[in-house]
């Protein structure tokens, strides 16, 4: 049956072992991987998970209670009450935990599950839960978590003046429904979350710097000449020497380069000047590659020097030649 899903799950070994006669365990550590199971279930789409969403609902309120007080259980209760469920699902299961508050703050792993029932609860429900910390809260200062939670619930200002903290806390509530309304979808909780309620300015900047970079980014693969104007432009402003004159001389200077390199080549010059003195060798390949022979060539083939270390080169040449 739809109800007992969650159970089942909750205590994932000891239903495989007694599956006919299956009971919830008083007092029973909870299965690492059935928990696991559900904290990712209740991460889809209340429209996809209705059995789920109806067996956790339908639970005892002893049964909600040992779940939040299980280290592993108590995970599986964060992951619905900060799901897209309807709020009055949440409240549900939230006012199961009436009256046990208190003793769940002074746990480590309650104290997370108190928070999430504060954040997805109304008005008159954080009230209550205000109300049952405010009693023990000078055990909460002792212990490590406990200032963190009376601080993120400001029971102390609850404390001091209940009305006052009322009206913060409605103000909050009405902030953030108006921006659910003009922003968010239906499907949102109620009360603000706290990535809404302290997103600070350096937050802000930090998103704003990497969305400039993107859009600079983005203009550089379209536009590559505007990405240029933008530095001359910035080297301009910031008061360095700009490089727009260089640019442009060493335009110049490289076409005359150019055409240069084009004047060596149809003269059969070399279009590399180099001071090292050339071998025989390679004056001789010089002049076989050429298909006509000047009377400066025919000069510098039969000349001493080049015939000085291997004179057959010449003579080989002059027979290939011939051919």
């Known amino acids: 049956m739809p109800r007992y899903i969650v159970p089942h799950l909750l205590f994932l070994d000891n239903y495989f072992r007694e599956k006919a006669h299956w009971k919830w365990s008083m007092g029973d550590k909870m299965h690492v991987l059935g928990c ?4 990712n279930i209740f991460k889809i789409s209340s429209n996809l998970i209705k059995p789920f969403v109806e067996s956790i609902t339908t639970m005892e309120a ?10 592993r259980g108590s995970h599986v209760l964060e992951a619905f ?32 599950t108190v928070e999430k029932s504060f954040t997805a609860s109304n008005n008159d429900m954080r ?20 200032p963190y939670l009376l601080r993120k619930l400001d029971i102390e200002g609850f404390a001091r003046n209940p009305d ?9 509530a009405a902030a953030y429904r108006d921006f659910v309304k003009d922003f968010g979808s239906n499907d949102q ?14 937050k802000r900047e930090k998103q704003d710097k990497w969305v400039g970079a993107g859009d600079f980014a983005s203009e550089s693969s379209s536009n590559p000449a505007s ?8 080297l301009s402003s910031s008061g360095k020497p700009s490089h727009h004159f260089q640019m442009s001389s060493n335009s110049s200077a490289s076409k005359e380069n150019k055409l240069s390199f084009i004047r060596n080549l149809s003269g059969n010059k070399p279009a590399v000047k180099s001071d090292k003195k050339r071998s025989p060798a390679s004056e001789l390949a010089e002049l076989a590659a050429k298909s006509k022979l000047s ?11 080049t015939l000085s270390d291997k004179k057959w080169h010449g003579t080989t040449f002059l027979k290939k030649r011939k051919r």
């Open 62 to 71: 002893d049964h909600i209670i040992e779940t939040a007080k299980d280290v």
């Open 81 to 112: 009450l900060c799901s897209d469920v309807s709020s009055m699902q949440k409240h549900e299961v939230i006012s199961k935990l009436l009256g046990h508050f208190g003793e769940l703050s002074l746990q480590p792993s309650g104290s997370f």
């Open 227 to 234: 990405v240029t104007s933008g530095k001359l432009r910035f």
């Open 189 to 202: 909780p109620a009360s603000a979350p706290d990535s809404l309620q302290k997103f600070s300015k350096k």
């Open 127 to 146: 009230v209550t839960i205000a109300s049952e910390l405010v009693e023990v809260r000078t055990e909460l200062s002792k212990i490590k978590h406990g």
């Open 36 to 39: 696991l199971m559900l904290q």
């Open 164 to 172: 006052q903290w009322k009206s913060r806390q409605a103000s909050k």
């Open 295 to 305: 009377q400066g060539d025919v000069r510098m083939l039969f000349d001493a020097k």
